[in-house]
């Protein structure tokens, strides 16, 4: 999402206790993938939220799911606008908790509406802390390795009008510390986050300039997260990074104005930047004429963000619009050098992988979606473990003349490192869009991927529930006195894979293909 209005509504909400878990799949004893709406925030009246992101911890087991509502309004309009309603609260981060690797969650806070207590939270006056602004492109990440004696330190970024707002919890997300992250930039858009070790914390972050997907320079700023976290009890506004390295394209012919970053991925003490750019002079926002060039890059740094090397990827011969409105990148890393960078171009997923940390890279010859024989794909996210690479889309299989396209979440899994995909089409339906046409951005542009230590997949995405009756109970539409944006945040869980090395295809839809 990067449209975002000068107005802001803030609600304070206490947080309470931890609620019992809450199954968020219907596991059954002979199900391979299910999913479910995530569980319900006790506090709030809508359950309403999307764009989600996702962790996983260093245990392999632990994943954290950040959403996001925005204040009042967007590109689309308005987010939820109903004061007159108990627990009305336009902006809104929920974080929810998964133990057993995406099969369950549980809801835990809205931290930034969290008060820690009333004597690390009173201001110069003595009044308590107010409800931070945020609700827009919300990340989360949680340290690979905890401080001695001490949780894992967990992260959730989210934006407003020209900054961007941290929570950050030392004790697993049952009290938390915020505080704002200007940066060197200020008007930030679309803020990632990345951890290395027990307290690097790392933001990527553009200038927002109002298009749709078109970005300036990005930059990867550095944090002390353990600084950063025991001194927001004192009140440090605005936290000064200890590195920030902008991230400029390496050709000469490049535009500048035409780049689009993908979220940054951690591993093996490397960082991973994927960035496409348009390399035509004088090209248009979209950069899709028949004359126009496209090509993909990851900056890679080893000195913990301190400077990037900016290596080429095999050319694609990528010419899908750079501005519908979705973000079409997606980065992965492991902690042994397996790097994975996909690619959507409105009608096809592209894949690149390296098994040595980014010095020399592999482009699937076919598209990822090959298989499939669809022909409109937009928002991938990728996650890739070992040998293990799963790339995940809202995908479209032809419709009937006349009918409409229906958007369903697609995974593909390979076990060879992207020679043979499995498909899995995720039910229920997603949204449904004009015969033929892209789904732009109505899910938004967005969501997480994870695989846990066992092979199996986490995921959390958004779905519409436009057209669903205000009654219903995991996908409830709008009431005709409600204004708003009717999206939920789901998860889903795939077993992960058969004892062969190659699984045959399943009677429920699923095929192998190179």
């Known amino acids: 999402m990067r449209f975002r209005a000068g107005v802001a509504a803030a609600v304070a909400i206490a947080v309470c206790a931890a609620t019992p878990d809450v199954p968020a799949v219907a596991r059954t004893r002979h199900s391979k993938a299910v999913t479910r709406a995530m569980p319900r925030d006790p506090h709030r009246r809508s359950r309403w939220a999307w764009e989600p992101g996702l962790s996983l911890g260093g245990d392999g087991r632990t994943v954290w799911v950040a959403g996001n509502h925005c204040a009042l309004?967007?590109?689309?309009?308005?987010?939820?606008?109903?004061?007159?309603?108990?627990?009305?609260?336009?902006?809104?981060?929920?974080?929810?908790?998964?133990?057993?690797?995406?099969?369950?969650?549980?809801?835990?806070?809205?931290?930034?509406?969290?008060?820690?207590?009333?004597?690390?939270?009173?201001?110069?006056?003595?009044?308590?802390?107010?409800?931070?602004?945020?609700?827009?492109?919300?990340?989360?990440?949680?340290?690979?390795?905890?401080?001695?004696?001490?949780?894992?330190?967990?992260?959730?970024?989210?934006?407003?009008?020209?900054?961007?707002?941290?929570?950050?919890?030392?004790d697993g997300g049952r009290s938390w510390r915020v505080t704002d992250l200007a940066g060197l930039v200020p008007f930030q858009d679309r803020p990632w986050l990345g951890t290395r070790g027990a307290c690097d914390l790392y933001l990527e972050y553009h200038l927002f300039t109002g298009s749709q997907n078109i970005a300036s320079i990005p930059r990867v700023e550095r944090y002390d997260g353990c600084a950063l976290y025991d001194r927001a009890v004192a009140g440090q506004p605005a936290p000064a990074p200890e590195a920030s390295t902008s991230i400029e394209p390496e050709s000469s012919q490049a535009t500048r104005g035409n780049q689009v970053m993908a979220k940054l991925a951690v591993g093996g003490g490397r960082l991973y930047a994927a960035y496409q750019q348009c390399d035509t002079l004088l090209a248009s926002l979209t950069c899709d004429s028949p004359g126009d060039r496209q090509s993909v890059w990851v900056a890679i740094s080893s000195n913990r963000g301190a400077s990037f090397t900016d290596v080429?990827?095999?050319?694609?011969?990528?010419?899908?619009?750079?501005?519908?409105?979705?973000?079409?990148?997606?980065?992965?890393?492991?902690?042994?050098?397996?790097?994975?960078?996909?690619?959507?171009?409105?009608?096809?997923?592209?894949?690149?992988?390296?098994?040595?940390?980014?010095?020399?890279?592999?482009?699937?010859?076919?598209?990822?979606?090959?298989?499939?024989?669809?022909?409109?794909?937009?928002?991938?996210?990728?996650?890739?473990?070992?040998?293990?690479?799963?790339?995940?889309?809202?995908?479209?299989?032809?419709?009937?003349?006349?009918?409409?396209q229906r958007w369903y979440m697609t995974v593909a899994r390979s076990d060879d490192g992207g020679r043979h995909f499995r498909y899995r089409r995720l039910d229920p339906l997603l949204a449904t869009t004009d015969h033929g046409t892209s789904l732009a951005d109505t899910l938004y542009d967005d969501f997480g991927t994870a695989i846990d230590r066992s092979g199996a997949i986490a995921l959390a995405y958004t779905q519409s529930c436009a057209g669903h009756s205000p009654s219903d109970r995991e996908c409830p539409g709008a009431s005709q006195s409600t204004q708003a944006n009717t999206l939920v945040v789901r998860s889903a869980w795939i077993a992960g894979p058969h004892k062969s090395r190659h699984p045959r295809p399943s009677r429920q839809g699923e095929r192998d293909r190179p």
């Open 73 to 170: 309004i967007d590109q689309h309009g308005v987010c939820e606008l109903d004061p007159s309603q108990a627990g009305f609260a336009p902006d809104y981060t929920p974080v929810w908790r998964s133990t057993n690797g995406g099969r369950s969650y549980r809801w835990i806070a809205d931290p930034l509406k969290a008060i820690e207590s009333q004597a690390s939270q009173r201001d110069a006056a003595g009044a308590l802390g107010q409800d931070k602004p945020g609700g827009y492109d919300t990340d989360v990440a949680v340290a690979p390795r905890a401080r001695p004696g001490r949780p894992p330190l967990l992260y959730v970024v989210s934006a407003w009008e020209g900054s961007s707002t941290l929570a950050v919890s030392g």
């Open 312 to 404: 080429p990827l095999p050319n694609a011969h990528l010419l899908g619009t750079l501005d519908d409105g979705t973000w079409p990148m997606a980065a992965a890393a492991d902690d042994r050098g397996h790097v994975a960078v996909a690619v959507v171009d409105t009608h096809h997923v592209v894949l690149w992988t390296s098994s040595d940390s980014g010095r020399r890279w592999r482009l699937r010859r076919k598209p990822v979606d090959a298989g499939l024989g669809w022909r409109l794909a937009e928002v991938p996210s990728v996650a890739v473990r070992g040998s293990t690479v799963v790339v995940a889309w809202n995908g479209s299989p032809p419709a009937r003349s006349g009918t409409p």
